[in-house]
């Protein structure tokens, strides 16, 4: 089985700054799409930002310039560094990945437990 373990949230003040992670355990052959999303209390999920497999990124307009996405495909894990934090950026995280298990089996998308990024004003 696969897994996707978070770290890094915690409560931050506004301006501050904090690193998530999230690695990917289990029987994997490839990571293609590594990404993070957010979900505020009583809001829908919302992308945060994506890197694919060459680190092509993307983000969410709200975020750039201020968080950037980057990942260790040797170690199959992302991150995700926030910087200049706002209190608007409260959140759980969320790890996402869509891993393929063998040479030419079908893609898969899992999430890992997500982890609360609190930023007080």
């Known amino acids: 089985q696969v897994q996707l373990v978070e770290s890094g949230g915690g409560l931050v003040q506004a301006g501050g700054s904090l690193r998530l992670s999230c690695a990917a355990s289990?029987?994997?052959?490839?990571?293609?799409?590594m990404g993070w999303y957010r979900q505020a209390p009583g809001k829908q999920r919302e992308l945060v930002a994506t890197?694919?497999?060459?680190?092509?990124?993307n983000y969410a307009d709200s975020v750039k310039g201020r968080f950037t996405i980057s990942r260790d495909n040797a170690k199959n894990t992302v991150y995700l560094q926030m910087n200049n934090l706002k209190p608007e950026d409260t959140a759980v995280y969320y790890c996402?990945?869509?891993?393929?298990?063998?040479?030419?089996?079908?893609?898969?998308?899992?999430w890992g437990q997500g982890t609360q990024v609190t930023v007080s004003s």
């Open positions: 996402n990945a869509i891993i393929k298990l063998r040479l030419g089996g079908a893609k898969y998308m899992y």
């Open positions: 289990g029987s994997i052959f490839s990571i293609n799409l």
């Open positions: 890197i694919t497999s060459a680190e092509s990124t």
